[in-house]
Nanobody, 126 residues
Framework: QVQLVESGGGLVQPGGSLRLSCAAS????????MTWYRQAPGKEREEREL???????????KYAESVKGRFTISRDNANNMVYLQMNTLKPEDTAVYYC????????????????WGQGTQVTVSS
């Protein structure tokens, strides 16, 4: 049974930091790229934004332009974990953040149906 459990969200002031974690189980973690998507308030599920992605071995990274230089994705294949370090947070980063397993191809990432968690809420507000 595939499980992805996100944690680490919360309320933070603008300029602050959070570290999101995602614990994966039920599949061969090291065979998959991993991604973080976010769904902003008022947006539909189909409008989720790819925030960051990391290849299966961790050698290739991709970031949305809006988070480059502020967010860092990493993974620990020995422990089936993926992380998102978020620094210098802005109110526009407010969203539910989802950890999603993906296939990688040509520098693009393709989410695998059913390989996502319930999400963790990040709220950036003073």
């Amino acid at each position: 049974q595939v499980q992805l459990v996100e944690s680490g969200g919360g309320l933070v002031q603008p300029g602050g930091s959070l570290r999101l974690s995602c614990a994966a189980s039920g599949f061969t973690f090291s065979n998959y790229a991993m991604t973080w998507y976010r769904q902003a308030p008022g947006k539909e599920r189909e409008e989720r934004e790819l925030v960051a992605a990391i290849s299966s071995a961790g050698g290739s990274l991709k970031y949305a332009e809006s988070v480059k230089g502020r967010f860092t994705i990493s993974r620990d294949n020995a422990n089936n974990m993926v992380y998102l370090q978020m620094n210098t947070l802005k109110p526009e980063d407010t969203a539910v953040y989802y950890c999603i397993a993906a296939h990688e191809g040509g520098g693009n990432y393709f989410p695998v149906a059913g390989y996502w968690g319930q999400g963790t809420q990040v709220t950036v507000s003073s």
